[in-house]
């Protein structure tokens, strides 16, 4: 009898659940806009090559041990992390173990990550304010352009924004429910967060202690209690990661890339902190150009007014020094901030931005060209909006206009996110463009609840009815600015649009009869606001970029491209060869000075290579007489120079060429490949001139594997050098046999003009190329010397 009894509740139990699963009412346009999110930031995905090669050469090394998992490590031999924590890695680390090391798995958790914070943005949306605000509101974040980019790359940035959105939902959770649990997570969450971009991910925490105390129905007391308790749970997860590391032995553990003391908390007070506000000084040998908020610094790489910048041939404009930094071309192809091989730091928005081109700093810098196509599109109509839905949802028993109530609870809650962020970049004199990122979920659900309260104001002919046709004209003037350095008669049709849709929206109210059934006009005011952000969003995914430097615009769909930087680069097969063979015992392939030069190697063989500086060959990491020891032991036998100045590494590499023994290495000659005076300067498998005669395009770098993906080309002649000219009509035959240009295409000679199918081959088959990040200083690809330093203690 028991078992009879059991067996039907247990029936009963299961019919219970297909009951309650049928009876889920799934909102199909949350659907189809989280399908739209899979399609903008997956497809063409399986082109990413390495993605960011700084990171990709990370996740190989973090897969071999624990230890480098746990530290970051960012090469196998556990000698230097990268300088960021290791959070965002370690998730792109698992994919990587699951799925093996491609550029389509390292990016895979971005591309998860950004598609989960559509959904947490329609969730919170729509539990205070419906279902239309929460549509639009993920719809905006979809097709926001940097959030396309940034969920297509392995950087950090969508990441952080997902977890950020989870710590704001379970503190929205804990105000909704009345547990205190919710908001300890939430907090913890941050900390978790801090782990992922340091102290990027405390940005919101004025918004999360605005929005509890504001929000939650308890006494004041409890509040400082709750808030109290929070806070100590923000500091665990906070300090859990760099206390491990500060704490660990230093001979135990990688030197902390990025640091100046090899300490996290150092690193994330002081890189990753005050250098962000202040303006870098380290890390990297001095400000960049355009790193600083000078109206000078600014105007020097954003091309002239009326300049076709879609054709990417912009001329390398004048290095400025800062600090002793070396010269750094910023508007030459190849180069960081300039037009190359691949759309990501180039061209921010079709407007000749660049990895380090960050406007001029001051109340309107969001709206500049250098960053308002990768994220301002409406961020008018979010200012307006809010001003919309602070007055739309008054309740009728409030006795003050500032007096407030659930809604308006949760619009302070996106205004505490807006405003600090912003506020950060208007006046920060250090950061990538892609790092706006940080604004799109406010922008999103401020625009998203502020277009539905427009449009309600102005179909029910309220005193706040014109909002919505001043916010659609000045949107569309903002939008039809951006688009003149591409498209100037689109730009003029926008504006002529605009206009002539915001006329009957200013003017129905007053002579219109009755407004509620008219949806037409704010219908097509709304479609014509996103058709230019939805086209840049659409440019990521069409080209199939996978940047270093993420950002979105036409400049990918360029036949050259945009200039990603910290991209792929191609290791130098002659070279790669001479060391496989001879590295014997030795614990390190070879050492060199910066990342960019070591990571196609770690990426290629899955091999231990020193880079003795770090990211930009300006970190302390090692002494001479630490070096003096490795060599002596035999961990160390070679030594190449990849041509990079400016690194902290001078008195190692001046004793190197002192006592060290240069290696001469034949290959065979390419009349297409520059001569060079260095001693190695064998070419890379495949490399030819690009169609324009600047750097030849590259194809996807090899992988862990040991062996480079077939298909794989050649990377950057020697900086300053021109290839040789050569007969019309003849092929570029790379030192393998293949065609330096796509198969079946013939080099372009003289003016005759590629074919589109010429075009979009020679573009698929440069897809995964991009200008090392050495600050343009050398790297993978450029000509260099390889330093024999077994001789030197025999």
Known sequence: MESKESSRVQKNEHNGYLHKLRNIKYDHWLIAILILAA???????????????????????????FKNFWYASFDPAGFITVDKPPVALWFMTISAKIFGVHGWSVVLPSILFGIGSVYLIYNMVQKRFGKVPARLAALIMTLTPIVVADSRTNNMDATLVFFLLLSVWFVQKAVMNKQQRYLWIGFALIGFSFNIKMLQAFMILPALYLYYWIASDVKWKKKLVHLSIATVFLAIFTLIWPLSVDMTNSNSRPYEGGSETNSALELAFGYNGTQRLLGQTTGTGGAFPGMSSSKKSSKSMTPPSGSKSKKMGNPPSNSSKSNGAPEIPTGGQGQPGGNSQKGGGAGTGGAGGGAFNIGTAGPLRLFQKELGPQISWLL??????????????????????????????????????????????SVASFFHPYYTIMLAPAIAVLAGIGIYTMVQQWREKSLWAMLLPLSILSTSILQAWYLTDYYPTLSWILLIAGIIISIPLFVLPWIAIKLKNKRIWPTIALILIMLAPSYWSLTPTLAGSS??????GPSLLSSAGGGGGMGNSQTDSTLLKYLEKHQGNAE???????????????????????????????????????????????KVKYYYSGGKTGGSNTEIVNWIKKHAKKVKLSSSSNS?????????????????????????????????????????????PPSGSKPSKKPSGTKNTAPNGNSGAPSGMKKPTGKKKLTKKQLKKMKKSSKSSGPSMGGGMGGPGQSGTLYDLSSIYK
């Open 39 to 65: 399609f903008l930031y997956a497809w063409n995905i399986w082109e990413a090559g390495e993605a960011n090669n700084f990171y990709t050469a990370a996740i190989v090394s973090m897969t071999k041990s």
């Open 672 to 716: 297409q490949i520059a001569s060079s005076s260095v001693t190695v300067a064998s070419k890379t498998e495949g490399s030819a001139p690009s169609s324009n005669g600047g750097n030849p395009g590259s194809g996807q770098g090899g992988m862990p594997s040991g062996k480079a993906p077939s298909g794989q080309t050649g990377s950057t």
């Open 588 to 634: 390190y392939l070879f050492a060199t000075d910066d990342s960019s030069t070591a990571a196609p190697y770690i990426i290629a063989t899955g091999k231990a290579v020193m880079a003795m500086g770090g990211f930009n060959g300006t970190d302390k990491a090692i002494t001479l007489k630490q070096f003096k020891k490795l060599v002596k032991e035999g």
């Open 380 to 425: 008018l109509i979010a200012l307006f909006g809010l001003i919309s839905s602070f007055a739309y949802y008054r309740g009728s028993k409030m006795k003050k206009w500032y007096s407030l109530n659930p809604q308006r609870k949760e619009l302070w809650l996106w205004v505490g996110w807006l405003v600090p962020v912003a506020g950060f970049f």
């Open 547 to 552: 940047d270093g430097i993420p950002s979105a």
